[in-house]
Each structure stands twice: as C-alpha cells, then as structure tokens.
T-cell receptor, first 113, second 115 residues
Framework: GENVEQHPSTLSVQEGDSAVIKCTYSDSASNYFPWYKQELGKRPQLIIDIRSNVGEKKDQRIAVTLNKTAKHFSLHITETQPEDSAVYFCAASIPWGSYIPTFGRGTSLIVHP | NAGVTQTPKFRILKIGQSMTLQCAQDMNHNYMYWYRQDPGMGLKLIYYSVGAGITDKGEVPNGYNVSRSTTEDFPLRLELAAPSQTSVYFC??????????????FGQGTRLTVV
C-alpha cells in the first residue's frame, strides 16, 4: 500500500517568515495530494490540493508543489500569521478500487507574533 | 448540506461498557472512514467502507466494529471499552471512482474518555 512520510513534525517560525512542510510518497500510481489544516480542538479541513497532472498550485499565501519523479510534494506558506498556527496533514491517494487516502503524521506549525 | 455529522460530541464511558458512535453524511459519498487521534498524534485509520455493505479493517481495528447498511450511515461500535480507547474519533467521507477522487470531509469529532 501507499506510505506517506511527512517532515518536520514540529515547525516554529516568526510571524512574517515562510514555512515549508514536505511529504514523500511511495506509490507512483498516487495522483491526488490534498493538504489539511487542523486547528486546536477542530476537525481537519482541506486547505489546498494538487493532482498529478499539475506541478504547482497557489491560493493566496499558500502553495503546493509536486515532483512526481522524486515522489514528493510540499506545502509552502508565505508571510505566516499567528492564525496559521495549527497541525497540517498531507495525504496521497490512488484512484481505484479499495482506494483510501494515506495521511502523513502531521506537522505542528507554531507562528510566534 | 450538513456534510458529515457525528454524535455524540463528548462521552465518558466506564471500563467494560459499550457504545456506538454515529456518523452520517448527506453528500452521497461512497467512501467512509473512522479515524482515532490521540493527543499530539496523527490520524490512525480504524475501519473504512468503500460502499454500502462493504467494510474493511484499517491500521487499528481491535476493539471496534462497524457496519454500512446504507450509503449515508457508518456507525462505529466499541465493545468492552478500555482506557486505551480514550481518544478523539473522527468520521470522514469522500467520493472516489476509478477515474477520480476527492477530498475527505470530516465530522466534528467525538471526544471519548474511558475511566
């Protein structure tokens, strides 16, 4: 099955700095890579996703890049703000049969004012 | 659309008691999942279902059971509760075919304490 590794487990930055979270996946058939944000005490919610036919996607201060050859994808947050503090999960999924998304272990992002 | 609805939000169980966590979705999603999340940890898959009448074990199924009699509902049953089952439980759903797949939508979670 798919295996997703996520790094770092904790990331501490100053407000205004950039943050980068990296994930690698094992199955080259994976074609959908969502990122979820989980605020304290809340449910995980999608913030951005990318499909395998695209190399980069941006949405305001967040962006995701995908390198299919190396089998890794990254989340980039620019101009971080305290409200960006949360746990971020990456996931990878394969589009057939007993598909289930495989999640990374999560990154706790702390943005210091 | 209510999305994914979980009940209850909080529950305290005594060791050995049983309970059912309810999960319902109104998005006509074929896939449904149950995860547990221990403090400071990631999401561990307990059980999942790819459609009505079909369920399968995830990473940590021991002590739990599920059923999927309808597309909408995916209850999680805890038998003989143990302190190790103290956790936050999330139900989720998504839509997947052989050509495409979508994001997972999560319920608001159930915080369960076994004492």
């Amino acid at each position: 099955g798919e295996n997703v590794e996520q790094h770092p487990s904790t990331l501490s930055v100053q407000e205004g700095d950039s943050a980068v979270i990296k994930c690698t996946y094992s199955d080259s058939a994976s074609n959908y890579f969502p990122w979820y944000k989980q605020e304290l005490g809340k449910r995980p919610q999608l913030i951005i996703d990318i499909r395998s036919n695209v190399g980069e996607k941006k949405d305001q201060r967040i962006a995701v890049t995908l390198n299919k050859t190396a089998k890794h994808f990254s989340l980039h947050i620019t101009e971080t703000q305290p409200e960006d503090s949360a746990v971020y999960f990456c996931a990878a999924s394969i589009p057939w049969g007993s598909y289930i998304p495989t999640f990374g272990r999560g990154t706790s992002l702390i943005v210091h004012p | 659309n209510a999305g994914v609805t979980q009940t209850p939000k909080f529950r305290i169980l005594k060791i050995g008691q049983s309970m059912t966590l309810q999960c319902a979705q109104d998005m006509n999603h074929n896939y449904m999942y149950w995860y547990r999340q221990d403090p400071g940890m990631g999401l561990k898959l307990i059980y999942y279902s790819v459609g009505a009448g079909i369920t399968d074990k995830g990473e940590v199924p021991n002590g739990y059971n599920v059923s999927r009699s309808t597309t909408e509902d995916f209850p999680l049953r805890l038998e003989l509760a143990a302190p190790s089952q103290t956790s936050v439980y999330f139900c989720a759903s998504s839509y997947s075919t052989t050509d495409t797949n979508t994001e997972a939508f999560f319920g608001q979670g159930t915080r369960l304490t076994v004492v």
